[in-house]
Structure formats: structure tokens, C-alpha cells
């Protein structure tokens, strides 16, 4: 059973936990827009994902969250390298290719490609780029949570930022 809460007169109702009021939620949750690639025995693919977070700096460690159902997820399940490669509005394009139904081939046409130490993609320009180590994983849900260990960080430091809140894109000044 789901307690609901009553709201101070003049806030906003509290609404029955679902699925819908959910995603409602978490669209008022503004995150960094990150491409989050991987290559491996599993194949080379990618998404856009705002479910990143840091972990520890001790050893340093980066949490991806993978929808196991997606196109991307069956190869982020196998491989064992990633890269979270957060972007600026110079990307908004790719962001929106790798976020789409868009072939996973075409994903990475549209852009320059490095590889890390890991192996998995690193995009020119980006942000900051956190190429990782998959250390340990966690199924929850449709999900597949991943600790990453961070083996080298690129950054563009005074670069502009990207941000998703509202189920939109938002520029954010460097």
C-alpha cells in the first residue's frame, strides 16, 4: 500500500507512485547529458544517458545505469569497458542520435571517436570524458547498474555544459 502524503495548503498533491508519476518526477531532476559508449566482445555501441554518478574517489568510481532492454544494453552487458563522455550544446546533435532509435553504426558517424585505455570510445571535444573499467554490476528492475573504475579523465575545462531537465536539453555557461 502506498502512504500518501497531504500537502501544506497552497503545495502541490502528493500523487500514488506509478510508473507515469515516476518519470514525471525524475523529469524535474536536471541532470549532465552524457554519450556513454562501450566496445568489446559484445560490440561497439552507445547511449544518452543522464543516470551517471560518482561513487568514491577512493578508488575513483562512476555508477551508469543501462536499461537492459535497450539497443545499447546487450552489448553494455558483455563488454567490460565504457566511457561516459559528458557533452556541451557543440553536441546536442549526437546526444540526440544516441538517445533515438538511430542505428547503432550511425550513432557514431556523426562525430570524431578516439579509443581509452579501456578500450571503449572517447569523443572528441567532449566535456570531460571518464573512460572506466566495469568493476561490478547490479541488476535492479529493468536496469542494470554499473560501478565503474575510472582509468583516465579528458576534460575541457571552461567548456559549456548540457543539461536534461524537463524532458528537454538546456545549455549551461562555462
Known sequence: ??????????????????REAFRDGMACLAGAVNIVTTD??????GLTASAVCAVTDEPPTLLVCVNRGSSAGPAFL??????????????RETAMLFGGKTPMAERFSGADWG???SGAPVLAGAVVSFDCRVRERSPQGTHEVLFCEILRIQSRPGAAGLAYFGRTFHDLEG
Open 1 to 18: 500500500m502506498t502512504a500518501i502524503a497531504e500537502a501544506p495548503q497552497g503545495a502541490e498533491s502528493a500523487t500514488e507512485i506509478t
Open 40 to 45: 568489446g566482445p559484445g560490440g561497439r555501441a
Open 78 to 91: 558483455e563488454n567490460e569497458a565504457l566511457c561516459v563522455n559528458t557533452v556541451g550544446p557543440d553536441h
Open 115 to 117: 579509443t581509452g585505455p
